[in-house]
């Protein structure tokens, strides 16, 4: 059991940057593969980016160069930095645990607001 918290959010100008924190309190972290999602209002959930437990990286196309996820496991905590901030980058942005070879546990945050507007 984990519980995963986000932070890190708020309003940002076009072009400007936020770094979102994802904390995972229960349990060792190092066991759990972390995914950022975001949903924007009246869209689907889609996939940001993913640190798998053994730290390797994926990225969606359209956050590819602009976003760079890591992760310090000391910590318990992954980060999502965001760089040249785009209007349509808007939604809420949900962290996702998962451990690493048991499916069922599998756990979300309740979100962090980044709003990108003029």
């Known amino acids: 059991q984990v519980q995963p918290v986000e932070s890190g959010g708020g309003l940002v100008q076009p072009g400007g940057s936020l770094r979102l924190s994802c904390t995972a309190s229960?349990?060792?972290?190092?066991?759990?593969?972390v995914g950022w999602y975001r949903q924007a209002p009246g869209k689907q959930r889609e996939l940001v980016a993913v640190?798998?437990?053994?730290?390797?990286?994926n990225y969606a196309d359209f956050v590819k160069g602009r976003f760079t996820i890591s992760r310090d496991n000391s910590k318990s905590t992954v980060y999502l930095q965001m760089n040249s901030l785009k209007p349509e980058d808007t939604g809420v942005y949900y962290c996702n645990a998962n451990h690493y070879q048991n499916s069922n546990l599998n756990y979300w945050g309740q979100g962090t607001q980044v709003t990108v507007s003029s």
């Open positions: 229960g349990s060792a972290l190092s066991i759990y593969s």
């Open positions: 640190s798998t437990y053994n730290d390797r990286i």
